[in-house]
């Protein structure tokens, strides 16, 4: 069974870059995509972006900005930076393994990130 | 940019059935996926492309997709069916993901 742990700081002052990492468990790493969801307090999901094993990446257009999804298929993590960060982006962060066209069919239990100062 | 909506909340009482709509420009044509999360926990899907079930997705969970409206559709409900259900769509203009807003699922 394929698991997944998002693991990095709770609480980024603003302006800052928010650091995140994900680790895969009970699966290979390679011939997936790997992604990044967020949950606002009280909202609906917003998808930022995968990267597909051998390192090409696609992102939320929104966010593309301030986005880079990277992955260490060594050690079957991959992590996500969001720089820039305000209180917007206060969420629930979630990493998934997903399809091409974005279904994600395993997912961490999720990390809360706050940006406060 | 491409704009999926679900409504807000469905109330629906146990043995019923609950239909809940995703509704976007020609979403038929593109594949459509839901999820159910309760609260606390991540998201599980529960319908993919359009109507496949996951292993281990009761079969009292289905999905169709035409025109300009998704619908997952859940018979018998359950109590432990209450949840809130997202849809989620692939946009390719830019390639990208797009969620609905999220439906909440009361049992009543």
């Known amino acids: 069974q394929v698991q997944l742990q998002e693991s990095g700081p709770g609480l980024v002052k603003p302006s800052e870059t928010l650091s995140l990492t994900c680790t895969v468990s009970g699966g290979s790493i390679n011939n997936y995509y790997w992604t990044w969801i967020r949950q606002s307090p009280g909202k609906g999901l917003e998808w930022i972006g995968y990267?597909?094993?051998?390192?090409?990446?696609t992102y939320n257009p929104s966010l593309k900005s301030r986005v880079t999804i990277s992955i260490d298929t060594s050690k079957n993590q991959f992590s996500l930076k969001l720089t820039s960060v305000t209180a917007a982006d206060t969420a629930v962060y979630y990493c998934?393994?997903?399809?091409?066209?974005?279904?994600?069919?395993?997912w961490g239990q999720g990390t809360l990130v706050t940006v406060s100062s | 940019s491409y704009v999926l909506t679900q409504p807000p909340s469905v109330s629906v009482a146990p043995g019923q059935t609950a239909r809940i709509t995703c509704e976007g420009n020609?979403?038929?044509?593109?594949?459509a996926h839901w999820y159910r999360q309760k609260p606390g926990q991540a998201p599980v899907l529960v319908v993919y492309?359009?109507?496949d079930r996951p292993a281990g997705i009761p079969e009292r969970f289905s999905g169709s997709n035409s025109g300009n409206r998704a619908t997952l559709t859940i018979s018998r409900v359950e109590a432990g069916d209450e949840a809130d259900y997202h849809c989620?769509?692939?946009?390719?203009?830019?390639?990208?993901?797009?969620f609905g807003g999220g439906t909440k699922l009361t049992v009543l």
């Open positions: 492309d359009d109507s």
């Open positions: 989620q769509v692939w946009d390719s203009s830019p390639d990208h993901v797009v």
């Open positions: 020609n979403i038929g044509s593109k594949s």
């Open positions: 990267i597909y094993y051998s390192g090409t990446t």
């Open positions: 998934a393994r997903g399809s091409y066209y974005g279904r994600g069919d395993y």
